[in-house]
């Protein structure tokens, strides 16, 4: 099992719903953050005191896949999110230990 | 008793009567008539004053401090409100519009402390005299309200109800007495109808002077502290505006033309300062911002404030460009200039708004710009000189007096917070309350 992280641009955010949905992936856990790498921040301006913001606000979902799943699920996630221009964020795979299903207590793969 | 029988006697007390008929004009003038188009206009006109203070500017500064601060701002204005209230109920209203005897240059008396002889019947010109003590209690609130501003986000709450307190006592009340009171400026022939001097130039440099003693908040001016929610503030803006026509037509204390003329020219004034303001942050820095157009109409509002019972429309307009390109200069080039934290710009906005005001107002009274005409013998010149007066010694004397009031807090209990309750902020720290739990 996998855990894969993406943040991405917070207007993508229904696109990439849509692309993973269509791959048959439902669970998905969303988070709003802050962040930047190479995209630069604007300028703001109130009363004459000029702030730089640096922090971008961005999404990161999160997904729990079967090991089957995680090619589709970067090229979904990577297809809908990118613009081409800076800024349209990583995706980060992650080994998931182990997983349970609150309600049934039914763990692995069973819980995905 | 022996009767007039004769016709003689008839005619010539017939003639007696005659004579009485122009003392009843003289009546007329010796005992004053309500009028109630009057009275219904200053009732209506104290609410817009006291509008203009809650909820018009705790909103206006409430959405210019960062989030942890927000109801500080409010607590503030809303309990300076009820303050001054009480005060000037109790003493303020009798010491800054009674006779003071002797001492009437300089302060007024106390014959009508907590309120004797001033009740339901009492009249003062024609309109009820609770309703003339009462606007002029909008005033007293609205002045100690608009310093708030210049210390935000550092200043002790009980050392803030202390200063207040004491600066109404004995800088506001004075001042109020000097120019509308029957005090030495008034008598001078200064023109200012509602509150230039006593109001804005007055709490401007009490602002700077605050400022200035209390020291820069932590982190200023490298820590970005943007305006929290700009939408409070516009609307705040808004509110002063609309209130300010019971500030500027209501000074005339009667509802007739000048009163109109007065909203006609803060209307106008407001305008252009709001576009003057806009357009030269606009070309300054690229982008014009909401900020800035709401803060020009707030300094056209002080600029045409001591000009509105005097000047005409076009003359509104002069004011008004230049209290807006005057005050932008102020705040957003001559405070970062000298490093000051004037957090919220008072004295940018209301001391050198109140400043061109009151300087213009000489200008713009003559009747050949527009004006309602100087007074009989005076020239424009004299005139200008008679406002350098009232400015010069407000702003000595508010400097001065607040310099002494905040030094003595200072050295007993202490101006400002303590550095980890700046940082978690003031609502917490002092008042136990988030203002967005969210």
């Known amino acids: ?112 | 008793m022996r009767y007039v029988t004769t016709r003689r006697g008839l005619i010539a007390a017939l003639g007696g009567l005659l004579t009485l008929i122009p003392l009843l004009a003289f009546a007329d003038q010796a005992t004053p008539k309500l009028d109630s188009g009057d009275t219904a206009w200053m009732i209506t006109a104290t609410a817009l004053v006291l509008f203009m203070t809650v909820p018009g500017l705790s909103l206006f500064y409430g959405g210019m401090v960062r989030s942890k601060n927000v109801l500080s701002v409010l607590m503030q204005c809303f309990a300076i409100t009820s303050m001054v209230s009480i005060l000037w109920a109790v003493y303020g209203y009798a010491l800054a519009f009674t006779d003071g005897g002797s001492f009437q240059s300089w302060i007024g008396g106390v014959g009508k402390v907590f309120m004797k002889g001033v009740g339901v019947n009492a009249v003062s010109g024609t309109i009820p005299e609770t309703v003339f003590m009462t606007f002029q209690m909008t005033f007293a609130i609205i002045t100690p309200a608009l310093i708030v501003g210049a210390f935000a986000e550092r200043m002790k709450f009980s050392a803030l109800m202390w200063f207040m307190g004491l600066w109404l006592s004995v800088v506001y009340v004075p001042i109020a007495h000097w120019v509308w009171g029957g005090g030495w400026l008034g008598s001078l022939g200064v023109l200012d109808f509602a509150g230039g001097t006593v109001v804005h130039i007055n709490a401007g440099v009490a602002g700077l002077i605050a400022a200035l003693v209390l020291g820069k908040r932590n982190g200023y001016p490298t820590t970005a502290m943007p305006p929290h929610n700009l939408t409070l503030t516009v609307m705040g803006a808004g509110m002063l505006w609309v209130g300010w026509f019971g500030f500027n037509a209501g000074s005339e204390l009667k509802a007739d033309g000048v009163a109109g003329m007065a909203q006609a020219v803060t209307q106008i004034a407001t305008a252009a300062a709001a576009l003057g303001w806009m357009f030269s942050e606009w070309i300054a820095h690229g982008k014009p911002s909401v900020l800035g157009i709401a803060s020009g109409a707030v300094a056209g509002l002080v600029a045409i404030t001591p000009a509105s019972g005097t000047a005409g429309p076009m003359g509104a307009i002069a004011i008004g460009v230049a209290a807006g390109v005057l005050c932008f200069l102020a705040a957003a080039k001559l405070k970062p200039m000298l490093g000051y934290d004037d957090s919220l710009d008072v004295f940018g906005v209301h001391a050198i708004g109140g400043i061109v005001g009151a300087m213009l107002t000489g200008v713009f009274a003559d009747a050949a710009l527009g004006g309602i005409g100087l007074e009989q013998g005076v020239t424009m010149g004299q005139q200008v000189v008679k406002q350098l007066i009232g400015v010069a010694s407000t702003f000595a004397y508010t400097a001065v007096m607040s310099l002494i009031i905040l030094k003595i807090l200072d050295w007993t209990i202490g101006l400002r917070v303590a550095d980890d309750q700046e940082t978690e902020g003031l609502d917490l720290a002092l008042h136990d309350e988030r203002g967005y739990i969210l």
């Open chain 1, 1 to 112: 099992m996998k855990l894969i992280t993406a943040v991405i641009k917070p207007f993508k955010l229904d696109d990439v719903r849509e692309a993973l949905a269509d791959i048959g992936v439902s669970g998905i856990t969303v988070i709003e953050v802050k962040g930047f790498g190479r995209q630069k921040g604007h300028t703001e301006l109130y009363r004459g005191a000029e702030y730089v913001v640096d922090f971008l606000p961005k999404i990161k979902v999160e997904i729990a896949v079967d090991d089957a799943l995680v090619e589709k699920v970067i090229e979904a996630i990577s297809g809908a999110s990118r613009t081409g221009k800076i800024g349209d964020g990583k995706i980060f795979v992650f080994d998931l230990q182990q997983v349970i299903r609150i309600r049934t207590g039914e763990t692995g793969p069973d819980a995905l």
